[in-house]
């Protein structure tokens, strides 16, 4: 999978940070994977102000839950607020 179809969906969260690793090769012949690749986002943005850390997974999971399981087979995320910073 291309990174910039991640990175596209991720965009609609309004990122100020965003990094992407593909850790996929590190996962190669993973059992009960279909193909997918093994990710981990960093993403700041402030839509996650004020919101626990699963309210910040599910609003991730959401911008790339089409993406799960046939392109993406594994997101690790660290979610972020600038609040976080203070």
Do not use: C, W
Not at 14 to 24: A, G, T, V
Not at 69 to 84: K, T
Request: zero cysteines; charged letters at 20%.
């Amino acid at each position: 999978m291309s990174l910039s179809l991640l990175q596209d969906r991720l965009n609609s969260l309004q990122p100020s940070k965003l990094e992407i690793r593909d850790d996929s090769a590190l996962h190669q012949g993973h059992k009960g994977n279909n193909g997918g690749g093994h990710y981990f986002v960093t993403i700041e943005s402030s839509l996650f102000n004020g919101k626990s850390t699963i309210i910040r997974h599910r609003l991730v999971y959401q911008a790339v839950g089409d993406l799960i399981p046939a392109r993406v087979h594994a997101l690790s995320i660290n979610a972020l607020a600038p609040d976080d910073h203070i």
